[in-house]
């Protein structure tokens, strides 16, 4: 059996799906985190399978998620539905349920957070509400687990049962009634062909949408006629379409509230929310604060806790490569071999994993962030930045996903329903600092910039962003014109972060940075080890200048003479960066032959601290991995668009760290 | 050969070792890749928003 879970945003879908099925997906307190179905088995029953659907308020195929949840439930006819809602916003939420009522479908009210409307001072009549609706409800708490083993039991038997909802004739009496039951006569033939209720197929066809009307097939003088009751509607409500059948559900939502339900008090978590808000989101405070706090997160990050326990491996790791290193000479293995783990493996495997903790470190705070509701706040705060420069503010979910990674991020632009919105996020999303990019700036900074090293680092992020910024306002007047899409979002209450999501997020951060470093960095450095020890006949060279990597690089680095760096080993390290971001810190490692722990010392011959800044600013802009320009090739479908995306970001990442350099140069700085 | 073999031995069974890690690391990699999972974007492919499409 297969049970959709339906429901508003940020309305505990995904803490419900988690305890129905014992899985551990990520709960994101910011509306929106569920943009794709996920599937699970529900636990404790056999061939049992609930589906996650996003967050939806309407069942119109506007939204990427809208379309998702409807094709599901049209298309993969689940057996039962789930449908959650806020029991501390009831009237909102069942405008949802009316419509899935609608379709038909044997379904169970889940009346989600019934703790806090009870601590609140609300009350609920399930039983009547149940009677109103024709359809069983079950009260629950699904962060508390409170109400989810009676919700299973009674979904089991709803769709065991075929227990369809009763039926509620909820348009009452008058022209919205007439017109609908009228279409629902018109195309009842056609809406049983598709398998579709044809009350919902007849308030679908009132609303427009042209999707449900070409799965019907209708002719000409059906839809004529219908297009005849619909205005005959319009005329007689005095209202539009849209407007007339929204009316109809509010109109029933109110009636069967005002019998049913004792509205609960301004909860003290909303309360606190509106004052928190007051300073944090106000219209001075908030970018300054947001500022603030992402400097203490930085500061804390890479000069105190992450640094420190960073050290700490390192030296873990120079220690263990010791002990290799004195192993293998007592056991008289071959020079080349030995050279192959400890200068290959050891110092590029080794240089990356080192700054695993302050990957953690700053994981730990920024989920604290999300998980508070901060997170949303930010995308609040910055969506009349980004309206100014053209972008919708549902570019904004895309652009913090590319904080952690441009893949994702990338990916996650298809939730923009407009065209232009969402090849301009793309174009853009890159800009956003990475954290695959953070061993090189922690690398850099803690070498040239100890004292100012949070300032740096927050800079940085800063530059990505003014980059990305600017690559938008120009990209607006020439190429994308155009008006962005309107953007609703729904701000969560502020809570306390749960300790599960925090460390669930950090062990997700910490397991694939550990896999990255042992899989893709550990050939990379296998590779890099390989070709700077032969030459082109494959002997072995005395000096790494002589080397097959050494003739590549030498052949690149010309290029970036203008920037300050033109050693061919840093030319090298940007190329393999190409595979992935932490390969630069591992080939950085593998070219010097230096252990993790005096990695920092051994770039002051490499660089001044200009040259650094210029190297930094270079790697921020520069394309991202290969992983990134595949995703964007798939999201553009267009192989000539991403090539033009790549050198676009190659060309701003090379004339910025350009004038940076040059500008530093005329002012004497070194 | 036989004395060539005993002289060498460490070396010779330490190269096979690595060797044997990087190739059983780029058949894994293949076949993630093949399975639609080598997203290597370091994130969790949970909760990507993109996970259907590489996860078909």
Known sequence: ?670 | MLAFLKDNLSTIIISAVVLAVVILIIINMRKDKKAGKACSCGSECGSCPGSSVCHK
């Open chain 1, 1 to 670: 059996m297969i049970f959709a879970l339906v429901g508003n945003q940020n309305c505990g879908k995904t803490t419900l799906f988690n305890q129905l099925t014992g899985s551990n997906q990520h709960v994101g307190n910011f509306p929106g985190v569920t943009v794709d179905q996920k599937i699970g088995e529900i636990r404790s029953v056999k061939n049992c399978s609930v589906v996650d659907l996003p967050g939806i308020y309407s069942i119109r195929p506007y939204t990427n998620e809208e379309i998702i949840t409807r094709n599901f439930i049209l298309e993969n006819k689940p057996d039962g539905m789930i449908n959650i809602i806020d029991a501390t916003n009831i009237e909102r939420n069942l405008y949802l349920t009316l419509q899935l009522i609608e379709m038909n479908i044997p379904m169970v009210l889940a009346f989600n957070m019934m703790d806090e409307v009870r601590g609140n001072g609300g009350t609920i009549n399930i039983a009547g509400m149940s009677q109103d609706l024709g359809i069983p409800i079950v009260p629950i708490s699904a962060a508390k687990n409170e109400g989810i083993d009676e919700l299973i039991d009674k979904m089991l038997s709803t769709a065991k049962n075929r227990v369809y909802p009763k039926k509620v004739d909820f348009c009452g009496a008058g022209p919205v009634h007439r017109c609908i039951h009228a279409i629902s006569h018109i195309i009842e033939d056609h809406a049983d062909n598709c398998g579709m209720s044809s009350r919902f197929a007849a308030t679908k066809i009132i609303e427009g949408d042209e999707d449900i009307i070409s799965r019907l097939e209708l002719n000409q003088n059906e839809l004529d006629t219908i297009e005849h009751s619909v205005i005959e509607m319009e005329t007689n409500h005095d209202m539009d379409r849209n407007a007339a059948l929204a009316d109809m559900r509010y109109t029933f939502i109110e009636r069967i509230c005002a019998r049913s339900v004792v509205k609960c008090k301004e909860s003290k978590e909303h309360l606190r929310s509106v004052k928190i808000d007051n300073i944090l989101t106000g219209k001075y405070l908030a970018i300054p604060i947001f500022l603030g706090i992402m400097f203490s997160i930085f500061w804390l990050t890479f000069s105190i806790i992450g640094a420190y326990l960073s050290d700490l491996l390192a030296m873990g790791i120079t220690g263990l490569s010791d002990l290799a290193d004195t192993g293998l000479t007592i056991y008289g293995i071959n020079p080349v071999v030995h050279g192959l783990l400890i200068d290959g493996v050891f110092a590029g495997v080794g240089s990356v994993l080192s700054f695993l903790p302050i990957i953690v470190t700053l994981f730990f705070f920024l989920s604290i962030l999300e998980d508070t509701g901060y997170m949303a706040r930010v995308a609040y705060v910055m969506d009349k930045l980004m309206r100014k420069i053209g972008l919708s503010g549902r570019s904004i979910v895309p652009m913090l996903i590319g904080f952690g990674c441009t893949v994702p991020a990338v990916m996650a632009t298809r939730t923009l329903s407009s065209e232009r919105d969402r090849k301009m996020t793309i174009l853009l999303t890159p800009f956003m600092s990475c954290s695959a990019k953070i061993p090189i700036y922690a690398l850099f900074t803690a070498a040239f910039f100890t004292e100012y090293q949070a300032i740096v680092m927050i800079g940085l992020y800063i530059a990505g962003i003014a980059a990305g910024i600017i690559a938008a306002l120009i990209s607006r007047r020439t190429f994308l014109h155009g008006n962005p899409v309107p953007f609703v979002m729904e701000l969560p209450n502020y809570r306390f972060p749960s300790f599960k999501s925090v460390i669930i997020l950090m062990w997700e951060k910490a397991r694939d940075f550990l896999v990255k470093a042992f899989t893709v960095i550990f050939v990379a450095s296998v590779i890099i080890w390989f070709l700077q020890t032969f030459d082109s006949r494959l002997n072995v060279v005395a000096n790494s200048t002589d080397s097959l990597l050494a003739v590549i690089g030498k052949f690149i680095s010309p290029v970036f003479e203008p920037l300050g760096f033109d050693d061919w080993r840093v030319s090298t390290a940007l190329i393999t960066g190409f595979t992935a971001k932490e390969a630069v810190v591992s080939t950085m490692g593998v070219l010097t032959g230096t252990a993790a722990a005096e990695l920092s010392t051994t770039l002051s011959s490499l660089f001044t601290p200009v040259t650094a800044l210029s190297f930094l600013v270079f790697t921020l802009l520069y394309t991202p991995c290969v992983a990134a320009v595949a995703a964007i090739r798939r999201e553009l479908n267009s192989g000539i668009q991403t090539i033009a995306v790549v050198i676009a970001q190659c060309g701003i990442a090379w004339v910025v760290a350009f004038l940076l350099y040059q500008l530093c140069s005329l002012v004497n700085l070194t």
